[in-house]
């Protein structure tokens, strides 16, 4: 994922991509010149002052447009797209371009979404779970769910069923450090079932309309999480009220998306927030809820191709206290395996006409079920 993220290489790197180009040769014969207050400039050094004075008012134009660019995706929440904004006049344009941009604080806020990026990826295909290594190793197998499509609704055409596991499962493993229970899954589905929108439109038809998580989620109360900020499409706060072991709590949580288009991936990460986090100040819990002891992370990468579509997702649950070991078997053998049946089947219920999310993905009104159309770019998959 690293590789796609341009901020954070500029930023990290010291290759001669990252360093500020060199200024033409008029605006580096200005730059020696004295200043303008003082007498005695030959006519055409005056000449070169006022050339370079232009050419610096082109840099600030070209700047700007970048910036405006970059803070209209930033607004949405969109950090790809912000770092495309700012990528296309890092790597080419001049010195004074690139002074701007790295001095702005859309450049600080783009550089930290695009790092954030790089440790969902680290942490989903990588090393970077609280000491747990890539694939399997250092996991325990938790449990398998069957994951035939046609019974959650997801008919296959003759071209992915050629391709499609003879006998597909979503494995769930686990590993326990001190208070953390980390948990990792990987599974399969069909890129495209009939007509209908690409299966990642479902997935993310479940998260983003916050109004119908009653459709597919076991301990939410009421209709789902209560929106703490301005909605936007990318990046959210939510407080979602749940009821768990007969308590009812509430999580807080920073909601994020990230489209990587041209990798033909999906990152989704879910923030939960400390209940000593001066965020509960600011927002308290609702009346009757408690915070919810600990907090949860959750990753997610979707790796869309032209007919499969391969799912990864790693939760870590952070305890108050180390975690009992019915807990774990309770999560492992019930909760995890009913939310993602009831995520599957969600899920392709999300792409069907007359279904409950139908209407929001017919207007798609935040542009995200277009991002899932252009996404399958990915080949071999």
């Not at 008012?57 to 970048?66: E, M, Q, R």
């Not at 970077?128 to 890539?134: C, F």
């Not at 002891?293 to 032209?306: L, W």
Request: proline fraction near 7%.
């Amino acid at each position: 994922c690293s590789s796609t993220n341009g901020v954070a290489r500029q930023a990290a790197s010291g290759s001669a991509a990252a360093q500020p180009q060199e200024p033409s040769v008029l605006t580096k014969t200005a730059l020696v010149l004295p200043s303008r207050q003082f007498g005695g400039l030959a006519g055409d050094a005056l000449a070169a002052v006022e050339l370079a004075e232009a050419d610096a008012g082109a840099s600030d134009a070209v700047a700007d447009a970048a910036l405006r660019a970059c803070r209209a995706r930033l607004d949405l929440g969109d950090i790809v797209g912000a770092e495309t904004a700012l990528m296309a006049e890092l790597e080419g344009g001049g010195r004074r371009v690139i002074e701007r941009l790295r001095a702005s604080p859309e450049y600080a806020e783009t550089l930290q979404g695009a790092q954030h990026m790089e440790q969902v990826c680290l942490e989903v295909y990588g090393e970077g779970v609280a000491g747990s290594k890539a694939g399997v190793r250092g996991w325990t197998k938790g449990c398998e769910i069957r994951m035939d499509p046609n019974e959650f609704g997801m008919p296959m055409d003759e071209a992915t069923a050629k391709v499609f596991p003879p006998d597909p499962k979503y494995t769930l493993y686990y590993s326990i450090h001190g208070k953390k229970l980390n948990i990792k899954g990987d599974g399969v589905i069909p890129t495209r079932c009939g007509d209908m929108l690409p299966s990642l439109a479902g997935f993310v038809a479940m998260y983003l309309e916050t109004d119908l998580w009653s459709e597919w989620h076991p301990m939410i109360i009421g209709k789902g999480p209560l929106e703490k900020t301005e909605r936007r499409p990318y990046h959210n706060l939510w407080q979602i009220p749940l009821k768990f072991l007969m308590q009812t709590q509430v999580e807080m949580v920073e909601h994020r998306f990230h489209f990587l288009t041209e990798r033909g991936l999906m990152l989704m990460s879910l923030e939960g927030t400390p209940p000593s986090h001066a965020l509960w100040e600011t927002y308290p819990p609702p009346r009757g809820h408690k915070p919810l002891p600990g907090y949860n992370q959750t990753r997610v990468a979707v790796a869309a191709g032209e007919l499969l579509t391969y799912f990864t997702t790693v939760v870590t649950i952070n305890g108050e206290f180390a975690i009992p070991e019915f807990i774990v078997r309770l999560v492992m053998t019930w909760l995890l395996p009913e939310m993602i049946r009831r995520q599957l089947k969600a899920g392709a219920a999300c792409l069907k006409a007359g279904g409950p999310h139908s209407a929001r993905t017919d207007v798609d009104a935040d542009g995200l079920y277009a991002e899932c159309v252009r996404l399958p770019s990915c080949r071999g998959l």
